[in-house]
Structure formats: C-alpha cells, structure tokens
C-alpha cells in the first residue's frame, strides 16, 4: 500500500502538463477612408441615402486645399440634381464649413453660393445660404468690398416672408456692415436696422436688435436716434426684444451720457444716463427672471448717474400717481395768491383737477422707484446676487449711497440662499470704508455667526476686521460673540484669532477701555491664572497685545502672568503677536546682542558658508565625506527653520546633498566586491538606498518652482546614476538566481531608453553633462541591450570612477507645500463610527505653490499599513491667489472592528508618473506620491454593528 502510494506521487508530481501555444493575435490597422471616397453621392439611391453621406462626410472632412477643391465641385454638381431642400440645406452647411480650410480661395465661392441663393424657392435653404455667406464673411475680415457684397445681398432678402431668412439676413448685416452699404437709397445700415425692429415677427425684432449690438462690440459708434426705439422696445410683449432693448439703452447710457434728452409730458430735459438709468430700473420688475437678472446686474455699472436717482432706488414710497407732494401750507397759500377760494355755489369746484400743469410731473420714473429693493426681495436668487453686486458697486463709488444702502445689505444676510449671504457679506466687506455699523445692525451681523457654513462664518470674520466699531458696547458685544463663535465651532480659532488681531489694532482706544474685564485684572486682589490651552484666552491675549502697539496705557495694566504668557505666544504665534518693549520686563534686560534678531543677509551670509565647505568633497575619503555631508544637511535644515525666504533653497539644497550621500554609501558597499553567487543578501541594502534617490529627485523636480535649466538638469543627472546602480543590482541580483519580472536585455532596453530621455533634455536646454553623462552619452552608440554582461562590465568602473558635482540653487526657488488646518491633529477625542460605515473627516488646508491643485490627493494610512488615496472635487478647491489654493472637503473612510481606537494618518500629496520601481511591485501605487506636509493624526474607533 506504501509503495502504491509512492508511486502514485512520484507519477502526480512528475507529471507534465503541456500546453499548446497559441498563435500570436495580429493588428488590423483600418485605413480611414478618403474624403472623396465617402462623398460618392453618386451611390445614393434615395434622399435618406444621400443626407447620410454627407453626415459621414461632415464627420471626416478634408484639410487640404486640393481636397476642398474637389468636394465643393462635387456638392455643387449634387446641388442642381437634388430636389429635396433639406438635402440642399445640408449641403450649403457643408459649404460653409469647408469656406473655412487654410488655403482654400474662399471668395470664389461667394459668387457660386449667391447664383444658388438668387435661384433657390425654399425658405430653410436660402436662410442655410445666408448663413454660409456670413460665415465666409466672417472668415475674411480685410476684405471691405466682400463685405459690402454681402450686405447689399442681405438686404435683397430682407422682405423675404420667412423670419429665419430675415433674422440671417439682419444678423449678417449687423456683423459685416459699415457705415453705409451700397443698396436701394443708399441707406445706412442702422436705418435699416432700426425699421427692422418694428417686424411683425418678435424673432426678428430681436435679431435687429441683436445686430445693433454686434455693431457697438465690433467698435462703430451708433447714433443717438437708435435710443427712442430702444426705449418705446422695453414694452415688447417678447422676452428676447426686451432682453436686447435693456442692453441697448446700457450701450447708450455710455455713450451719451451728458447728453440732454426731453421728457415726454414735459418742458424739462433729462440727462441720458439718468433716463436711461430709470428706464433700466423699470425692468427690474419685469415678468421674465432673465430681464430682471439682466437689468439688476447692468444697473452697477452706470457710475455716472445722479444722486436723486440713486437714492429713489432705495424708496419704495412712490409720490402719488408721480404728483409732486406739498404741504397744506403751500396749497393754501397757492390758492389765497389765486383767489380761487371755493364760494360753494357750484357743486365740485374745489374738487382736484384731472389736467396736471409740468411743476406736477415728477421727472423720475416710476422704475427708479426702489428698485433695488424690488430686486432684494425677488424670488429668484439670480436677481437677488446681481441686484447685490449692482448695489455694491455703486456704493463703493459714492459714500452717501453706501451709507443709506447699509441697511440692505445687512437685511440681506438673512437670506435662504448660502451663496446670496455670502455674496452681501463680500459687498459689505467692500464698502466698509465708507460704513459705520450701528448697534442694530451689528446685531444682525453677529447673529449670522451661528451659520452652519464655515465660508459664511470666515467671511464674516474678515467683514468684522474691517469694520469700524461705533462703541465700546459695539466692541464689547463683537468680542463675546466672536468667544461663543469660538466655543461652538472650535475649528475656526485661527479664523477667530486672525480676525482679533485686525480689531485689536483698529480699535485700541476702545480696548484700553475693556482690558481689565477681559484679563480679569484687579488693583487689589491677584487674580486665577487662566489656561493657556484656552483658545478663548488665546484670542483676548492676541486682541490685547495688538491693541497695545498703538496704545502704552494698556501696558501697566497686564498681570504678571500676562507678560510670561506674552514670550510664549511670541514665539509660538509670531504672526498673530507683534513685538512688544514692556517695561520692567525681563526682555529688556537681555544684552543688545540677545535682543538682536538674526537679518536675512545673515542667514544668507552662513548659508553661503556651508555651501562653501563643500568645496573640498571631491578629494576627501568616504567616511569624512559622509560625515561633512549630514553636518551639512543638519545645518540647511537648521537655516530653513530660521528663516522663511531661504527655506525652499535649504530645503532643495540638502535633497540633493541627501541623495549624494545615499550615492557614496552605495558605492561603498561591500556587495561591489563580492562575488555575484554571494552578495545577494548585500543588494537589498543598495536597493533600498536606489529606491530613496529616485523619491527624492522626484521630490526636487516636482515640490520645487524656479529651478533654472541647468538645476534641472543636475538632478536628472543624479537620477541618471540611481538607475544606473539600479540596473547593476538588478542584473546582480539576476545572476544570483533571484527571480524577477523582467528579463536582463528588457532592464538593460529599458535604461538606455532613459539615458536618450536625459540626453534630448541636456541638448535641447543646452546644458553641460557632469564627466559621468558625457562618457555615457560617448558609448551610446556600443551599447546593447541584448549584451547585459557587457553593459555591466563597462558601467560598473565608470560609475564608481566620477563623484556627483555639487548643485548651487537660487534663492528665487519656491516649495510646493500644504498646511493642514483642519483637523488639526492635538485632540484626544475618539471619533466612533459604526465598523463597515463611513465615517466624514472635514478637512481644511492651503495649498501653496501647487502648480495644478486639482492633482492633490489626501491620503490616509491606517496603523493596519493600509493607504487611501482621496481626490479632491474641484468645487472644493478655492482659489485666494496665485499660486495659493484652500481645500474646504471632506474626506470618507471606513474600516472593521478594532478592539482600541488608533490613530490614522492623514496627510496631502502629490502623485507623480515616475516608473522608477519595477511596475511598482514593492510600494504600489501610493509609492508614486510626493508628501507635501506632515500628516496629522486623527483618533477613530470602529465601534461593533448593533443588532
């Protein structure tokens, strides 16, 4: 039975399985067909048949003159045979787009398109003509005498029944025409868009309209007799005429704005920009949403208005029937003068008159009349936002009307719509120069405190630093506020305390006078010492200090926990804190040479020292090399720490000094020496230093902004050397019997690949290769990648023969960096979620430097090892300047049961296409990412599912 079973192992594991090989798949390349191949039109044996030949031609349509030449040849022989029109439709759009290929002479084809459309019956053609014409027109704007060709054709047609044909026949005429056209009368082309707009057919009032505009955007001046049809066109019962009408008087109002125009019913003369200014405002009441949007939002931008218009904007308490109030004073002794006391012997001879003399008439019009109020309480949140911007940009300009629109706006913070509050809120922000808030308003403006919106929130803060406080209960009121802000959402005290450092130091007099109720300070009695991991305290302390700057007095009131809790928040928040000279204070004591704080002349003067010291590297031995190089690096850190301007410098400088290192120890390995039967054991060392010289001149090229050329370079250089070690471990490693993905001659193709990657680079900026490249780049031509023993043998010596040359970097250099803000990383609190479910993080950080912020990624690391990696929508990215983003996301992740909470990592990055690892078998693909901050812990604890 034992030998049965021997034998029948021996005969499984002995087995042979063959499998047959398959025969390689081949690659059918499709030729795209030619253009005169698919427009046999000949072929077409029906209508359907021929509009789908010409869908296929539209799809491939030649780029070559010659080509072009031959397929409107073609569409022109089709055109005469086919009777259907919206074949003959399809082919004159196919006319028109082929007009436009370089090189094609496409004004012969003006004269071929105008026979067609001179002979052509159907309305949908001519009108398809029409605008073929103008599109060719479009394409050659030099030549006037096409031009005018083309307008006196469109005005042939102008009586045409059909209003497409009409609407294309105005539009052309509103983008080709001139000053005048040679036509019927000789009439100019605003005359004959003028009695355009009193078509019959709406579409074609509008397109009249529509090609006044056009003129005014192509630079000609129009008249000022286009006004009154402007005007009588804001009754149009169509929305589009009123639309175009309400952006014609706007053009006007610009224009001609001095210009004194009479009032109907009236002796009086109004300047343009104030009719117009009305005429626009009576829209805001308009039926359509877009009319009123259109008009609220135009409305801004006329700076040139007068005060009583702007003011009525704001009333809605309209004189009756526009008569002009007077008192029973006046009328009583308007009558006396008269001596039209009533006898009483006629019935209703004091009775009011129907017919109004021209003092009566109000020369505002109606619309004037709180318009802007109209348009705050619309239903539709686009009038609301455009009535808002409107009324933010002429208060900026006129401080009376800032003032009296103040109320507005900060009715206005109480809308249901977030972007609508916050857009009242960046207005007011805006004008507040010109602003003083009452206590009243102030009240409403602290009340919006409690938004659950955190840009809402902010946006307030930075109003409250720019507003001037009337009292000190104003400044009372603001300052507790902001403390119960603080302690309902504990994540806006950087927000918070930036915000009491702008009111500290605009408001010191007023501070002075609420410092010892804020300190709890006392005369007599020695008050508890408050926590400094108080957030609360933190933001007195910093509205205190800043509103010492400008004011001594407060001084003598700080309790002497007050003045060491200063040295530590100097130090800890040195923006926030300005340098203060207390008296009697323990900094005054210090020697001149302790007080002193180091330039930035003298941080660049010993980085230009340390940089010096690498002078001699070349010719010293490993160890003292190895040894001056961390002294180094230590001491760029250091230099980086101190001074902000010189840390990207410091920062990029000791990358490079790092990666030289991990060169020199790689090189100095004891795996070179040994045989390749026994230093397998030795190669993963020299991998694991290759690996960190690829991360970190991948580092250098992508976090650091402003390298020149030749920086650039170098560091492709030094990357050049981490593969080449990398190859000659690969290939050691190989030879040891170690297993890999990729075959010798693959690894040797795949290096001399990068090396002609390298090469291109160099040539192209013009850059000098370091000794190592130059051999290299000399033996290209040897090299081949089916010899991998030779390779090794020839690069082996030459890497081991040339040292790095040092890297001198700019100061111009900037860091790619991010700031993590939220979560902030100090709390202790665990956060429980149910396992399996997810669980939302708010994250809000500033992102600087970032190129392309819609690469960043957050990434998660669990104390498991397992990583996350999160995009980030692009409507959470804002952007505040350039080269400066905020991140305002969250952030989902889920995990099992644990038995404790932990902390999980979270951090930014960003991902880079390096293809350095070997299809990234060791570190995955959360291997290919640069950190840009460090992580930030956060405590969680997957909690047991309730059943």
Known sequence: MAAHLKKRAYEEFSHVIQEEIKPPKKLKLARKPSPEEVLDLSTAKTPQAAVQLLLKFSNNLPDESGAVEGAVRHLLEFWYKEKESYVRSKIAQLLGRLAHTPGFAAAALVDDLTSLLQAEDSHQVRAQLLDSLLQIGRGLPLHQDLHRKLVAIAQQFLADTYHLVRSKCLELIGCLGTAGVAGKGDLAVERILADASHDQDPRVRTSALQAMLTLHQRGLKLSLGGYQQSCAA?????????????????????????????VPSSNEELRLVDDGFAKICNMVNDLTMTVRAEAA???????????????????????????????AHERAKEMYARGEWSTGKKWGDDAPKEELDTDSISLIDSGACGAFVHGLEDEFLEVRSASVDSLCELASNNPTFAQQSLDFLVDMFNDEIEGVRLNSIRSLRKICRHVVLREDQLDTVLGALDDASKPIREALHELLCSCQQLSKACLNSTIHAMLRNLSKYPSDRLSIWRCMQQVGSHHADLVATLTPELLCAHPYFDATEPDMDDPAYIAILILVFNAAVSCPTLQPMFPEHTLRHYDYLRDSLTELVPQLKLEGHRSLMMSPERQRRPSLDDHGSFLQHILSRLGALPNMQHTAAV?????????????????????????????????????????????WAMPAALGAVQCATVRASVRQMLELTHQMEQLFLGLS????????????????????????????????????????????????????????????????TQALMAEMSMLESSKASLIAKYLLPLIQGHIPPAMEIGNCVRQARADIVEPS?????VQRFTAGLALAIDVDATLDNVTQAQDVLIQLKFPDGQTQLTSVRPADIHRLGPLRHRVLTQVYLSHQQWTEPCHVELGMVLPYSGGDQEDEEEGGAASNVIPLCKPVKVYILPTPTKR
């Not at 990383?825 to 609190?829: H, I, K, T």
Request: aromatic share 6%; charged share 25%; hydrophobic share 40%.
């Open 825 to 829: 990383g100090e709390s202790d609190n």
């Open 297 to 327: 939002g135009l409305l801004g931008s006329l700076h040139r208005v007068s005060a009583r218009f702007l003011e009525q904007t704001l009333d809605k308490k309209l004189m009756s029937h526009l008569r002009r109030k007077r008192t």
């Open 709 to 772: 050329s030749e920086e650039v370079g170098c560091v492709l250089q030094m990357r050049l050397k981490a593969h080449t070690l990398q190859l000659l471990v690969d290939l050691r490693g190989r030879q040891a019997g170690a297993k890999g993905t990729k075959t010798s001659s693959q690894l040797c193709e795949l290096y001399l690949q990068r090396v002609t990657e390298v090469q291109s680079y160099l040539n192209s900026k013009k850059v000098q290769a370091d000794p190592f």
């Open 627 to 671: 040894g001056l190089l961390q002294m180094t690096i230590r001491d760029l850190e250091r230099v980086g720490s101190l001074e902000p301007q010189l840390a990207a410098t410091a920062a990029c400088t000791a990358m490079y000094l790092h990666c030289h290192m991990l060169f020199r120890k790689a090189l100095s390995d004891q795996l």
């Open 234 to 262: 804001l009754t149009d019962d169509y929305e589009g005429v009123r639309l175009a009408a309400v952006k014609l008087i706007w053009v006007y109002s610009q224009l001609y704005p001095e210009t004194m125009i009479p």
